[in-house]
């Protein structure tokens, strides 16, 4: 079960956020049958945006987005508060050769472009005030510097973000997959961030330490080194979408009676696919007579 934990250390000037996303990981690859490289890409916005999710307060959707020129073409992901994450990538198959050390490159199928944080809140009680936008150019395309970057630069947070996923040759294809995220608030130690530094600088990999069973609280405190560190919030996460047969239902009796009649008609069916997810819905004859007959209720 992949897990997440919040903690903080130095009175509370420096935020600790780390997670095994192992089985989330390879639920987003099996989904979308990403090629290698993509599937290292999209697992690393993945376990960023869930990070970055469990920081930031008063939203209900977090949408992490890189728009870039690389093969990829774009990969999208998306948090909610109750630590589940759902995302996809404009072409899940390209895949250029391995870097020369034997590396997926991941900054080759990236590119350059724009990396986005949009905040969406107030669902719940059915108010939509514009999202939050910020914005940084992708300074390297590895993702985690691109996360770091941003909190430095759009959020004013210094930060240190690891992310991994290693892969493997056979099904789920994910040997393991995680990351930590550092950030350091106002007041924050100039020496305790210099040793986090050091201590980030020279860690293992952490899918390393994931594949040998490292917990989020093992990852948090190899990279915090000699920082005593306090857990405040441990949680289960997961890959989870928001679409169901009944969403796509809805969405098709929006078109309109005459619509349906004429999908009906020539059709005898509609078949929808979920974009963050890949599930795909059928709505056969009956489930169109359906629509039709609970318009004649409504009067619509
Ligand atoms: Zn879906």
Redesign the pocket.
């Known amino acids: 079960m992949d897990k997440m934990i919040h903690g903080i250390a130095a009175e509370g000037t420096v935020r600790v956020l780390a997670a095994t996303t192992t089985g989330m990981v390879a639920e987003a690859i099996r989904r979308h049958g990403t090629s290698p490289t993509v599937s290292a890409a999209l697992g690393r916005m993945l376990t960023g945006t869930l990070l970055l999710g469990s920081t930031i307060k008063d939203f209900d959707r977090l949408t992490v987005k890189v728009e870039c020129d690389g093969p990829v073409g774009a990969i999208t992901a998306e948090a909610t508060k109750e630590g589940t994450v ?1 995302g996809f990538v404009k072409d899940a198959v390209a895949e250029p050769p391995l870097k020369e050390n034997g590396k997926f490159d991941v900054a080759g199928i990236v590119g350059s472009g724009t990396f986005y944080v949009i905040r969406e809140a107030g669902f719940d009680i059915g108010f939509r005030p514009e999202p939050y936008v910020g914005s940084v150019p992708i300074v390297s395309g590895e993702i985690a510097e691109d996360f770091a970057y941003y909190l430095a630069n759009s959020e004013q947070i210094p930060s240190a973000v690891m992310l991994g996923v290693l892969l493997g040759n056979t099904a789920p294809f994910v040997t393991a997959a995680g990351g930590i995220m550092i950030q350091m608030m106002p007041g924050a130690n100039e020496h305790i961030i210099t040793m986090i530094e050091d201590t980030v600088r020279h860690a293992p990999h952490v899918t390393e330490m994931i594949r040998e069973g490292a917990t989020p609280a093992d990852l948090a405190k190899m990279a915090l080194g000699i920082i005593d560190f306090e857990v405040l919030e441990e949680r289960e996460v997961s890959f989870a ?3 169901s047969f009944e969403k796509a239902v809805a969405m098709v009796a929006g078109l309109g009676r005459k619509e349906v009649e004429a999908i009906l008609a020539e059709d005898k069916q509609a078949v929808m696919t ?1 974009g ?4 795909t819905y059928r709505l056969n004859e009956n489930d169109l007579r359906q629509i039709l007959e609970n318009y004649g209720k409504d009067s619509v």
């Open positions: 759902r979408c928001t679409c979920c963050f997810c890949n599930e």
